[in-house]
């Protein structure tokens, strides 16, 4: 079936630090792919998305590429900042927006 | 702004009681979704609704059913409340189209004692 692995949290890092959140994933067929993040308090909302191979999804200085050779969809940033602090969801869909979602990593940046 | 608002941010609950959690949204968006949120294993489907008074099981639909009477609104129903059903439960919604992203409401913290 369809599923999602993350990168088993929690991550701490420090300000300005280099950001990798690893994603694997198995389905049947070419998924769209995902990451959504949480802020403390709040609801799911979309961060960035890639929707065929090779495809890079970016935003807020967030990037990922969908590696169809590798299954992956690894989460990435340069340089964070204490506002990043939250829990990054890595999914795909399966048709219908029925999203599939991993475990989630919980990511702390100390100042 | 997409807004989806979950009628309750906090819930205590009783085992065996009858509970509702209201969720609704404002974009006129035909999707709308029921997840649990569970530490340790992410987000899981409890019920979807693509439309008015149709709804589709998700992946852990037992003890619960939903209700889509108006398309602006989607109820989760648990018909008798158990310790088990302790969870952050999210609402969201979305259009058909394919890679329209979810929107999600803040949540509901539901404990059953």
């Known amino acids: 079936g369809n599923s999602v692995t993350q990168m088993e949290g929690p991550v701490t890092l420090s300000e300005e630090a280099f950001l990798t959140i690893n994603c694997t994933y198995t389905?049947?067929?070419?998924?769209?792919l995902f990451w959504y993040v949480q802020y403390p308090g709040e609801g799911l909302q979309l961060l960035l998305k890639a929707t065929k191979a090779d495809d890079k999804g970016s935003n807020k200085g967030f990037e990922a590429t969908y590696r169809k050779e590798t299954t992956s969809f690894h989460l990435e940033k340069g340089s964070v900042q204490v506002s990043d602090s939250a829990v990054y969801f890595c999914?795909?869909?399966?048709?219908?927006?029925?999203?599939?979602f991993g475990q989630g990593t919980r990511l702390t940046i100390n100042p | 702004d997409v807004k989806v608002t979950q009628s309750s941010r906090y819930l205590v609950k009783r085992t065996g009681e009858k509970v509702f959690l209201e969720c609704v949204q404002d974009?006129?968006?035909?999707?709308m979704f029921w997840y649990r949120q569970d530490p340790g294993l992410g987000l899981r489907l409890i019920y979807f609704?693509?439309?008015?008074?149709?709804?589709e099981k998700g992946d852990i639909p037992e003890g619960y059913s939903v209700s889509r009477e108006k398309k602006e609104r989607f109820s989760l129903i648990l018909e008798s409340a158990s310790t088990n059903q302790t969870s952050m439960y999210l609402c969201?919604?979305?259009?058909?189209?394919?890679?329209?992203?979810?929107?999600f409401g803040n949540g509901t913290r539901l404990t059953v004692t």
């Open positions: 999914a795909l869909s399966k048709g219908a927006q029925k999203l599939v």
């Open positions: 974009m006129d968006h035909e999707n």
């Open positions: 389905a049947t067929g070419y998924p769209s």
């Open positions: 609704s693509y439309d008015v008074k149709m709804k």
């Open positions: 969201a919604s979305s259009f058909t189209d394919y890679n329209s992203p979810l929107h």
